[in-house]
C-alpha cells in the first residue's frame, strides 16, 4: 500500500510541473516575440523551446521524455509574426490574431486539464478496485477459509463470492467447495498417473494390451482415447500458448486426463474435458486440480453429459426451456419459431462450463458462483448471456442466432453480464430448478 | 439486411462429419474465409459457417454445420442432420483409422438425414502426401460403390477446397432442379420437406428464381 500512495502522489507531481511548463513554455511567447525576426533565429528559438534542439542531451528533453504524454499539437502552436520580407500585420489584426491564439491555447490547455483528471480519476478507481480486491483476500484468507464450514452459506459470504474470487485464493475456495466426496489422495492420484503412464509406453512400443479394469472397451477404443487425449491438448486454449507441445502446462494437462481415464475407465476421455482440466490447472496444483476435476465430474448434471446419457440431456435441455420461457417469453417464441434448439449452443457451453465461449476472466467468475449454486447456476448463466443480448436476437434469423451463440462476442461486458444473470428467476411457477 | 450476403435464390444445409481431428473445422475456415489454424480449438457440439456461390445463373447460399467428430458425441450430433441436403464425410489420408470407420458414419448419416441427400467424401490433408495410408483409388473405388462424389483436399495449402464445396453445392442444385421439374404442380420442392425450420431450400421473394415455381 506504501508503494502505491507514492505511486498516486508521483503522478498527480509529474502533472502539475507538466502544466506549469506548458504555460512557460507557451504563454510567453507571444511577448517575448519581436516582430522583425528573420526566420533562421525564430527556426533556432522555436527548436530550443521545443527541446528539439541538436544538443542531444538538454535539460528541457529530459523533462519531456519525463513526461507521460506528449503535449497536443494545438498546446504546442506558437504564435510568430509575419517574417521580416513581408509586410507586416495591421496592429487590428495582430491583435485579433493574438486574441485568437490565447482563446486556442486556452481551449488546450483546459481540454489537458480534463484528461489529467479523468486520467487521475481512472487510476483512482483502479487503486480502489485493487484496494477491494486487496481486502477481499485478506477477508477470505482470515476470516472465511478458517471457518468454512459455518461461514460458506451466510449472506455475507455469499454476497462477496458474487463479485468474483479473488484470483489468489480462487483456487482454495473451488476445492473447498466442490469438496471431496470421493476421497480422492494424492497417492490415488499418483497411482493412476503411474498406470496412464505405463499405458502411453506400451502404446508407444506396440506392446500386448495391458490388462486394465476397464473391462468391455476394446484396446482400439483405448487406443483411440489416449489418441484423442494429445490431439486435444494442443486444441485447449491454443492462444494461451501454455497447453501446447513445449508448453509449460502441457504435460500436467496431459497426466490429469490420462490419470481420469485410469480413475474411470467407464467414462473415458471426453471432448470438453480438456478446457475444464485446463481452468483447473490455472488454479491449483496438479494433484488438487485432479482431485476437483474427478469431483466435478463426479456432479450429476457433469455425469449425464459426459457419459452423453442424451435421454438425460434431453431432460436438461427441457428443464433450461421451461426457465427459458418463464424469464425471457419474446426469445423463447422467436428461438421456436426458428427452431433454435438448445442443442444447438447449450452443450458447447455446458460440455467446457463456458470456458471456451466465455472469455478466460469471465468464465472464472462463472466457475465461482457455480462452485456455490450449482447445476442451476450454469443454466442461469446461458439464460443471462440470452438476455444480454435479446435484442440483437430477436432480429436474427437462425443461421445467425446459431452463429452468433457458437462464437459470442470476446468483448462481453462484464458488470452488464453478471447483472442480466442475477435478473434471471430460476424458479417457475413456485418449482425450482431441481423440481423441475 | 438487406446485403448482397443476404440476396440469394437457396439455402443448403450442409453437415461436415467425420473423425475429430481430421480438419473439419479448417476445410471450412478455409472455404468460408480463406483462414488455416493449425491449433485450431476442439469443435464440441456445432459450429456454424456460411457462403455464397453463384450456381448457374442462381445464387445459392451454403449453410456449413461443422460438427465435433468425436465418437461418443454421436447421439448428439445425429439430431443436426435432419434437413440437411448435402454433407462432407471428411477422412485424413495420413491416418487409415479415419477411413476405416467412414462406413460408420455413413450409416449414422443415412439414418437421420434424407434418403437423397448428397454425399462427398473427402481425403483431406494431401499435404502430408509423404504419410499417406489411405491410397486415393481404394478411397475413389470405394466411393464409386457407394455411390458417393469424392475429392482430395488439403485445407492447409488449399488445394481443392473451394472445388470440394463447389462440386456439392452444383451437384445438389441440380437435383434440386430435376425434382422441381418433376414436381412442377405440387408445392413439394425440396429434398427436406419436413423441416422448415433449417430452410433446407428457401427461396427469396426478391429475385425470381431461374426455374418457374
Redesign the interface.
Known amino acids: 500500500f506504501f508503494c502505491r500512495n507514492l505511486f498516486t502522489r508521483k503522478q498527480s507531481a509529474r502533472f502539475e510541473k507538466q502544466h506549469d511548463v506548458g504555460w512557460k513554455l507557451f504563454g510567453k511567447v507571444p511577448l517575448r516575440e519581436n516582430s522583425q525576426k528573420d526566420p533562421k533565429k525564430i527556426q533556432k528559438e522555436y527548436e530550443e523551446k521545443t527541446g528539439r534542439a541538436h544538443r542531444p542531451l538538454s535539460p528541457k528533453q529530459n523533462v519531456r521524455k519525463n513526461l507521460d504524454f506528449e503535449p497536443l499539437s494545438t498546446t504546442a502552436l506558437i504564435l510568430e509574426d509575419r517574417p521580416a520580407n513581408l509586410p507586416a500585420k495591421p496592429a487590428e489584426e495582430a491583435q485579433k490574431h493574438r486574441q485568437q491564439y490565447e482563446e486556442m491555447v486556452v481551449q488546450a490547455k483546459k481540454r489537458e486539464l480534463k484528461e489529467a483528471q479523468k486520467r487521475k480519476k481512472q487510476l483512482e478507481e483502479r487503486c480502489k478496485l485493487e484496494d477491494s480486491i486487496g481486502n477481499a483476500v485478506l477477508t477470505w484468507n482470515n476470516e472465511i477459509l478458517p471457518n468454512w464450514e459455518t461461514m460458506c452459506c451466510s449472506r455475507k459470504v455469499r454476497e462477496l463470492w458474487w463479485q468474483g474470487i479473488p484470483p489468489s485464493v480462487r483456487g482454495k475456495v473451488w476445492s473447498l467447495a466442490i469438496g471431496n466426496e470421493l476421497n480422492i489422495t494424492h497417492e490415488l492420484y499418483d497411482i493412476c498417473l503411474a498406470r496412464a503412464k505405463e499405458k502411453w509406453r506400451s502404446h508407444s512400443t506396440g506392446a500386448a494390451e495391458v490388462e486394465c479394469e476397464d473391462a468391455g472397451f476394446s484396446a482400439?477404443d483405448r487406443e483411440?482415447s489416449l489418441e484423442?487425449i494429445k490431439?486435444?491438448i494442443?486444441?485447449?486454449?491454443?492462444n494461451l500458448c501454455i497447453f501446447?507441445q513445449g508448453g509449460p502446462y502441457h504435460d500436467t494437462l496431459h497426466s490429469i486426463l490420462g490419470a481420469y481415464t485410469c480413475y474411470r475407465p467407464d467414462v473415458?476421455y471426453?471432448?470438453?474435458m480438456?478446457?475444464i482440466a485446463a481452468v483447473l490447472i490455472l488454479n491449483l496444483d496438479t494433484a488438487d486440480a485432479f482431485i476437483a476435476f474427478s469431483n466435478l465430474l463426479n456432479k450429476p448434471c457433469q455425469m449425464a453429459f459426459f457419459r452423453?446419457d442424451?435421454g438425460l440431456?434431453l431432460t436438461y435441455f427441457a428443464a433450461f426451456e421451461v426457465f427459458f420461457e418463464e424469464n425471457l417469453p419474446k426469445l423463447f417464441a422467436h428461438f421456436k419459431k426458428?427452431?433454435?434448439?438448445p442443442?444447438?449452443?447449450l452443450?458447447?457451453w455446458i460440455?467446457?462450463l463456458y470456458s471456451?465461449s466465455l472469455p478466460l476472466d469471465l468464465a472464472c467468475r462463472v466457475w465461482d458462483v457455480f462452485c456455490r449454486d450449482g447445476e442451476e447456476f450454469l443454466f442461469r448463466t446461458a439464460l443471462g448471456i440470452l438476455k444480454l443480448f435479446e435484442d440483437i436476437l430477436t432480429k436474427m434469423d437462425?443461421?445467425h442466432i446459431?452463429?452468433f451463440l457458437?462464437?459470442l462476442p470476446e468483448d462481453l461486458p462484464s458488470e452488464e453480464f453478471f447483472t442480466s444473470i442475477a435478473a434471471i428467476q430460476m424458479q417457475s411457477r413456485n418449482k425450482k430448478w431441481a423440481q423441475v | 439486411m438487406g446485403s448482397a450476403e443476404e440476396d440469394y435464390n437457396f439455402v443448403f444445409k450442409v453437415v461436415l462429419i467425420g473423425e475429430s481431428g481430421v480438419g473439419k473445422t479448417n476445410l471450412l475456415s478455409r472455404f468460408t474465409r480463406n483462414e488455416f489454424n493449425h491449433d485450431s480449438r476442439t469443435t464440441i457440439g456445432v459450429e456454424f459457417s456460411t457462403r455464397t456461390i453463384v450456381v448457374g445463373d442462381a445464387v445459392v447460399k451454403a449453410q456449413i454445420w461443422d460438427t465435433a467428430g468425436l465418437e461418443r458425441y454421436r447421439a448428439i450430433t445425429s439430431a443436426y442432420y435432419r434437413g440437411a441436403v448435402g454433407a462432407l464425410v471428411v477422412f485424413d489420408i495420413t491416418k487409415h483409422q479415419t477411413y476405416d470407420v467412414v462406413d460408420r458414419w455413413l450409416k449414422e448419416l443415412y439414418e437421420h438425414a434424407e434418403a437423397s441427400i448428397v454425399v462427398m467424401l473427402v481425403g483431406n490433408k494431401t499435404d502430408l502426401a509423404q504419410a499417406r495410408e489411405v491410397p486415393m483409388e481404394e478411397a475413389k473405388m470405394f466411393a464409386d460403390n457407394n455411390g458417393l462424389l469424392f475429392v482430395e483436399t488439403s485445407a492447409l495449402d488449399s488445394t481443392n477446397v473451394e472445388q470440394a464445396f463447389e462440386t456439392i453445392l452444383k451437384e445438389i442444385f441440380h437435383k434440386v432442379q430435376k425434382q422441381k421439374q418433376r414436381s412442377s404442380q405440387s408445392n413439394t420442392v425440396s429434398l427436406a420437406s419436413e423441416s422448415p425450420e433449417s430452410t433446407a431450400v428457401a427461396q427469396t421473394e426478391k429475385r425470381p428464381c431461374c426455374v418457374a415455381l
Open positions: 482400439a483411440a484423442l490431439l486435444d494442443s486444441r485447449t486454449f491454443p501446447q473415458g471426453v471432448q470438453g480438456s478446457f452423453v442424451h440431456m426458428n427452431n433454435l434448439t442443442d444447438i449452443y452443450i458447447d460440455f467446457t471456451k437462425f443461421i446459431a452463429q457458437t462464437k
